[in-house]
């Protein structure tokens, strides 16, 4: 197998790939990117994804105005860096529903979103309509429909279905979407799909100056059983910059950290380390700024990394760190309406009730929170596992419903 070719620089932003379970995410992700992202080997034997997935790929645009990702410019030739757009990361998110709460992870670090919907498949699908939904709590509005697997229906069936993608987006953030019909798996209106991104998914602005934020997606352990210890090497953090820039020989925090037991109690402690390198694109680099999914190597004990330990925490400078909760004041903003996958549809959203259990989402974190008091739309909660975030940070809320969590708001911190 060739071996891929370097990205021309740092990703600039972060498009996620949304939608039903099988609806083509991880199909049009390796289209575009030549990168497959199931690669957990559980993912393998079930033919669905788990885990995030994360990808990378460059945009170019030939003098004639032929859009095309890197290593597929027409007639096979080289790519020519004169022609890139933009360099960008993609987050493949899980569409089973079992798995909303990595999907809702996923939507925290995206700057964009591309809706998958299948035409052989009646839109809306259940998990179609509550990615939308996710992707409208999380504050997500620069959304692309993709129109996938035009390949296998008949004209009139492909026709059919963009009439019930127009009638499902109607009067919800993705109403003035454009809708690209696709074949994923044969490489089919690729280019015009690239058009749609660059001119509806902006490079946010990486010109403020604001403290280094980073929400760690995945963690890893890249050494090999049975290597020497002179050889061991640190552990790696991956996610993504979501505010400011971090430097290699930064000292770096970590939080909410690591459990430390003492007695029949137990307290959370920040993780502090420094920044040995960066790699983003596949390039090794000097700093790495928001935008973009990248990778940071420590001289941590890979103990700490490995198995993804510390995915959902948040990574900061020394002394720019967030706060750490263990109880939560909230504003309240609750949907109308919850979606189930039952033959009744959508059913209302009753109110948070003193002593309930909720499912809660800050950034790339999952916790369970007990309410405590509810009074309009404040309410409080107390976690059975810490988070890290800003004061004003928004997190989304999901109750128990048979044996399914299913999304029914949104909560911003105050304090």
Known sequence: MAKKKLLPGQPEVNIGLVGHVDHG?????????????????????????????YADTAFFRTKKGESYASGKRPNGKEDDEKELLRVVSFVDAPGHETLMA???SGASIMDGALLLIAANEKCPQPQTREHLMALEIAGINNIVVVQNKVDIVSKERALQSHKEIQEFISGTIAENAPIIPVSAHHDVNL???INAI???????DLRKKEDGLMYVARSFDINRPGARPSKLKGGIIGGSV???????GDEIVIAPGRKIAEGNKSRWEPITTTISSVQGGGLDLNSVHAGGLCGIATPLDPVHTKSDNLS???MARAGELPPIWEDLDIELNLLNEMVTSGEGGPEKVRPLQPGEMLMLNSATATSVGVVTSVK??????SLRLPICAPTGSRITLSRRIGSRWRLIGHGVITG
Do not use: C, Y
């Open 25 to 53: 995410k991880t199909t049009l992700t390796q289209a575009l990117s030549g990168t497959w992202t199931d690669t957990h080997s559980e993912e393998r034997k079930r033919g669905i994804s788990i885990k995030l997935g």
């Open 102 to 104: 990595v999907m809702i």
């Open 191 to 193: 280019d015009i799909l």
């Open 198 to 204: 660059e001119d509806t998914i902006p490079t946010p």
């Open 242 to 248: 979501v505010t400011g820039e971090f430097n290699i």
């Open 312 to 314: 959902g925490q948040v």
């Open 376 to 381: 309009g739309k404040a309410s409080s909660l």
